[in-house]
């Protein structure tokens, strides 16, 4: 069965860095993309920054130029390193990987890890 385990998250103050890990496992082969969602206090669910299989990306317009997304070298770990952080990014972040197959698409979430910013 598909695992994915995320983890990185913590209490930090504004202007603080933290940086999430997720790694993929029950899977013999890559993800097409793999990325980081966050859900904060009285909000949707929102897609905070993902990457695919070729290597592009793409952020939420609220961290670009702030968090980084990365896929480490082995296919199914990818990393969040986010900089510069503000009150508003206090949320729970789970980790996804989308799967896709013949006539599906199959996506796949972490536990999350808790992220708190005090101002």
């Known amino acids: 069965q598909v695992k994915l385990v995320g983890s990185g998250g913590g209490l930090v103050q504004a202007g603080g860095s933290l940086r999430l890990s997720c790694v993929a496992s029950?899977?013999?082969?890559?993800?097409?993309?793999m990325g980081w969602y966050r859900r904060a206090p009285g909000k949707q669910r929102e897609l905070v920054a993902r990457i695919n299989s070729g290597g592009n990306t793409n952020y939420a317009d609220s961290v670009k130029g702030r968090f980084t997304i990365s896929r480490g070298n082995a296919k199914n770990t990818v990393y969040l390193q986010m900089n510069s952080l503000k009150p508003e990014d206090t949320a729970v972040y789970y980790c996804?990987?989308?799967?896709?197959?013949?006539?599906?698409?199959?996506?796949?979430w972490g536990q999350g890890t808790q992220v708190t910013v005090s101002s």
């Open positions: 996804n990987a989308a799967l896709m197959l013949p006539g599906s698409q199959n996506d796949y």
């Open positions: 029950g899977i013999t082969f890559s993800f097409n993309s």
